[in-house]
């Protein structure tokens, strides 16, 4: 037991900030990665075209960060207030497996029974783009977990390298449609589903730094049982759920509404003002769980509330700029990155930079929540927001739907942010003991 102390001890630890500053390089490389996979594929393909594959990524996106973030958030969480406490193997993986797999298998069943209305009533009787939502709905079962391992462990520039990888993965293949070596709508969308296995060869390189176990696995003082990892899953489903509705709701009520096929992808291309940015900041954000997680597992509650409010205030000015950026070359630059008819506004392009910058702070709040074992109140703020955002797409207040949406946007992020606040200033819960050093006994 000595042993494999002595030699998870010895591994190399950074803290918050030059976890963040690691992941933040592959996680910054990825938004760049995933804005060109959008901008080649807009390019190479029509209008119509194009809004079928902004259709499938908001789709696919909302599925796998609802039903596959939670379980990456439970071990990421858990791991990392273990190792806090000095218990560095035998982490418990079986409760977050079964999960997982309950999770991908519920998935697998739904996407069968409803093929028939998936193919026409999205994706106009494409049987291609379906069996890529269904590939790549599963693939990134997997991937998430992957993600959640590497993180409790601090593992961060091979997170980085995992998510890097897939971003690279699909954009090669809109590339190869944009100089011609392949052709059409399916080449570009495969990309979604080739990408999460791709990434998964950085595993192999996570297990081989593995510290050597010599004795039993150590036990786990707070045993994961299924109902209380079932219980955080459930709450950071919802919350995915409606971070999913805020980034997509614009798009899916849009494409079901407007008049014109092509205005749900004018409004997918403004949103990816937020997504670039908060893909990004899941670098921060990412990193700052399992360090917020080893603190509350301590005595570190000045340290967190630290790590809080330097987070946010880097939040602040990053969105800052972004508006004041928007407000000068806003129009101009939609108009090189997206080869569409739609006219861009200066003030409606800033209102969602701040809006990117209300729910980068929201989701700092959010880790600060989970943190503290408080994931049932941060749902709760999350599904208000949410449905104020669909309540707000739905009527027809603001006639164009483009602002509609850049407007609903902020209004709806500003609330979620605000809403999380009065979470986070609820007191956390008192710090577990640290495990007894086994070498003194």
């Known amino acids: 037991m000595a042993a494999a102390t002595e030699e998870a ?12 500053r690691i992941l933040s390089i592959g996680i910054a490389s990825t938004g760049v990665v995933t804005f060109a996979y959008f901008s080649v594929a807009s390019y190479a393909l029509n209008d119509v075209d194009y809004k079928y594959i902004s259709l499938l990524w908001s789709v696919l996106f909302v599925i796998v ?13 858990t791991i990392a207030g273990r190792r806090a406490r000095g218990l560095h193997t035998g982490h418990p993986l079986r409760t977050p497996l079964l999960i997982q797999a309950s999770f991908a298998s519920a998935f697998l069943v739904i996407a069968l029974i409803f093929r028939t209305t998936i193919e026409n009533r999205l994706f106009d009787g494409s049987s291609t783009l379906y069996w890529v939502l269904v590939v790549a709905g599963l693939a990134y079962a997997a991937s998430y977990f992957a993600r959640g391992w590497l993180a409790g462990h601090q593992w961060f520039g091979l997170y980085g390298g995992l998510v890097f990888m897939e971003a690279t993965t699909r954009l090669l293949f809109a590339v190869a449609v944009a100089i011609g070596i392949a052709e059409g709508q399916n080449v570009v969308a495969m990309g979604m589903a080739a990408a999460p296995f791709v990434s998964l060869v950085v595993v192999p390189l996570a297990f ?8 039993a696995p150590e ?25 999913q509705t805020l980034l997509n709701a614009g798009v899916l009520t849009v494409n079901a509404t407007a ?3 092509a205005v749900a992808g004018y409004v997918f291309n403004a949103l990816l003002i937020a997504r670039a940015p908060l893909q990004l900041f899941q670098a921060i954000q990412g990193s700052l769980l399992p360090h917020l997680a080893g603190l509350e597992a301590t005595e570190g509650r000045e340290q967190f509330e630290h790590a809080i409010r330097i987070t946010i205030l880097a939040i602040a000015g990053f969105a800052g700029a972004v508006a004041l950026g928007l ?9 090189i990155l997206f ?43 999350w599904l208000v927001a949410a449905a104020a955002f669909v309540g707000w797409m739905l009527l027809p207040i603001v006639d164009d739907e483009l602002v509609r949406a850049e407007v609903g946007y902020l209004g709806a992020a500003t609330l979620l942010c605000a809403l999380l606040a009065m979470v986070y200033r609820r007191r956390g819960a008192p710090p577990a003991e640290a495990a007894p050093d086994p070498r003194s006994e």
């Open 219 to 243: 036990p786990d003082e707070e045993e994961l049982d299924l109902a209380r990892g079932g219980r955080f899953a459930v709450a950071v489903l919802a919350i995915m759920a409606a971070e």
């Open 327 to 335: 407000l000068v070359l806003g129009p101009w630059a939609m108009g």
């Open 259 to 261: 008049a014109n096929a």
């Open 208 to 215: 081989a730094r593995r510290p050597r176990v010599t004795a």
């Open 65 to 77: 960060s609802v039903i596959y973030r939670p379980i990456e958030q439970l071990l990421s969480r």
């Open 339 to 381: 080869d569409d008819a739609a006219t861009y506004g200066r003030l409606g392009l800033a209102a969602v930079a701040l809006g990117m910058g209300a729910h980068l702070a929201a989701g700092t709040l959010n880790q600060a929540a989970l943190a503290r074992d408080h994931a049932g109140a941060a749902a709760a703020a």
């Open 9 to 20: 001890e010895a591994e190399p630890r950074s803290g918050y900030g030059a976890g963040a």
